[in-house]
């Protein structure tokens, strides 16, 4: 990941689509590969701050991982930059925040 991170920071014409990163992510976490694939959804946060989507990710991963205190503060995030996020509402709910 800090080479990826390295070549985005060079001004080099490497592409980062953040539903590439996105699917990346939850494929490592639906194998199971919990913290690597909170490092790519982390990576995609960096990428794509303004996205809902990535934060609403984010915290499934974590929540995932049993890191519910994280999970809340993104579902939060994602919620700040996306009112009409259903499923961070319900997901807080679910955490006993809603």
Same mark, same amino acid.
């Given at each position: 990941?800090?080479?990826?991170? !390295? =070549?985005?920071?060079?001004?080099? $014409? =490497?592409?980062?689509? &953040?539903?590439?990163? *996105?699917?990346?992510?939850?494929?490592?976490?639906?194998? $199971?590969?919990?913290?690597?694939?909170?490092?790519? #959804?982390? @990576? *995609?946060?960096? #990428? @794509?701050?303004?996205?809902?989507?990535?934060?609403?990710?984010?915290?499934?991963?974590?929540? !995932?991982?049993?890191?519910?205190?994280?999970?809340?503060? #993104?579902?939060?995030?994602? #919620?700040?930059?996306?009112?009409? *996020? $259903?499923?961070? !509402?319900?997901?807080?709910? &679910?955490?006993?925040?809603?």
């Amino acid at each position: 990941m800090s080479r990826l991170k !390295k =070549l985005r920071d060079s001004g080099g $014409d =490497l592409y980062f689509d &953040e539903e590439s990163i *996105n699917e990346i992510g939850y494929g490592l976490m639906n194998s $199971d590969r919990l913290n690597l694939a909170i490092e790519v #959804l982390e @990576f *995609n946060t960096e #990428l @794509f701050p303004g996205s809902a989507n990535v934060y609403d990710s984010l915290a499934e991963a974590c929540m !995932k991982s049993g890191d519910t205190a994280r999970a809340i503060e #993104l579902y939060r995030k994602s #919620l700040e930059l996306n009112p009409a *996020n $259903d499923n961070a !509402k319900e997901k807080l709910k &679910e955490l006993g925040q809603g």
